[in-house]
């Protein structure tokens, strides 16, 4: 069974900067797309970025100059470099592969930018 598993969140300061990781486990095959979604306490979960197969990279507004998100298609990896980071950021980081015939989700991460 595949498992997509997560890391690298932690507690940082205004300004600071957290790259979180996800790998996928088990036998994967035809990702076409590999993404980050949040949820802040209260609130629906988010998209944040994406990138796809064929190499097209996007990214919710709020975060565009300040995430990047880095993926390898080989290796069933994907990032989440994540700069100048803002209270606004606290949330629970997923990841999600999206293949030809599922959809997959990390656990989630948590991600707390505070003083």
């Known amino acids: 069974q595949v498992q997509l598993v997560e890391s690298g969140g932690g507690l940082v300061q205004p300004g600071g900067s957290l790259r979180p990781s996800c790998a996928a486990s088990?036998?994967?095959?035809?990702?076409?797309?590999m993404s980050w979604y949040r949820q802040a306490p209260g609130k629906q979960r988010e998209w944040v970025a994406l990138t796809s197969r064929g190499g097209i990279t996007n990214y919710e507004d709020s975060v565009k100059g300040r995430f990047t998100i880095a993926s390898d298609y080989v290796k069933r990896t994907v990032s989440l470099q994540m700069s100048n980071l803002k209270p606004e950021d606290t949330a629970v980081y997923y990841c999600?592969?999206?293949?030809?015939?599922?959809?997959?989700w990390g656990q989630g991460i948590q991600v707390t930018v505070s003083t």
């Open positions: 999600k592969i999206v293949t030809a015939t599922s959809a997959l």
């Open positions: 088990g036998s994967i095959v035809d990702i076409a797309t």
